[in-house]
T-cell receptor
Framework: DTGVSQDPRHKITKRGQNVTFRCDPI?????LYWYRQTLGQGPEFLTY????????KSRLLSDRFSAERPKGSFSTLEIQRTEQGDSAMYLC????????????FGNGTRLTVT | SQQGEEDPQALSIQEGENATMNCSYK?????LQWYRQNSGRGLVHLIL?????REKHSGRLRVTLDTSKKSSSLLITASRAADTASYFC???????????FGAGTRLFVKA
């Protein structure tokens, strides 16, 4: 399978703990996105990479959130000092460069903060 | 914040009927896309319509775009139980790199 893969699929953590998620995009895609989705809502944009450069971060991405994409390959999203409000599905997507290139999504990491 | 808003929020129809979902957006766009999401899974791209296009077809899908009204519609003809999913419209701004999603329409097709 050469689609976007995310790991883990589910994560349960206690409030205050740090968590890290990984995304492996489609290999020839140079754009990588992170979105957050809560129940009954559409995905909310968090951040975007063009190769290894992080070009935009949403205001939703507080100082507790950090994302990296070393060498323009896989990406990690870390949440420090998790809060119950961080509970959501975290979706990763990748695309080719070009206006309107379709996003290819992974199946997400569902985070539950207790 | 969400750019697109879908209407209705939820739709329940019988198999074989057509399903129409509408999307409104706020700012100038380069293109508008529709995605589908099955429960607990990622989104799957269905169709893209550019700002200079008015209508596009793909199989049982028909998309229209009215840039003067900042609205789009997705029509699924001859629906099947397997079409049960959430459908989202998404817009890319004129810069082109950021895709913003609406809140979605939940479609339930009864067999």
């Amino acid at each position: 399978d050469t689609g976007v893969s995310q790991d883990p699929r589910h994560k349960i953590t206690k409030r205050g703990q740090n968590v890290t998620f990984r995304c492996d995009p489609i290999s020839e895609h140079n754009r990588l996105y992170w979105y957050r989705q809560t129940l009954g809502q559409g995905p909310e944009f968090l951040t975007y990479f063009q190769n290894e450069a992080q070009l935009e971060k949403s205001r939703l991405l507080s100082d507790r959130f950090s994302a990296e994409r070393p060498k323009g390959s896989f990406s990690t999203l870390e949440i420090q000092r998790t809060e119950q409000g961080d509970s959501a599905m975290y979706l990763c997507a990748s695309s080719l460069e070009g206006v309107g290139s379709p996003l290819h999504f992974g199946n997400g990491t569902r985070l539950t903060v207790t | 914040s969400q750019q697109g808003e879908e209407d209705p929020q939820a739709l329940s129809i019988q198999e074989g009927e057509n399903a129409t979902m509408n999307c409104s957006y706020k700012t100038s766009i380069n293109n508008l896309q529709w995605y589908r999401q099955n429960s607990g899974r990622g989104l799957v791209h269905l169709i893209l319509i550019r700002s200079n296009e008015r209508e596009k077809h793909s199989g049982r899908l028909r998309v229209t775009l009215d840039t003067s009204k900042k609205s789009s519609s997705l029509l699924i003809t001859a629906s099947r139980a397997a079409d049960t999913a959430s459908y989202f419209c998404a817009t890319a701004n004129t810069g082109g790199f950021k895709t913003i999603f609406g809140a979605g329409t939940r479609l339930f097709v009864k067999a």
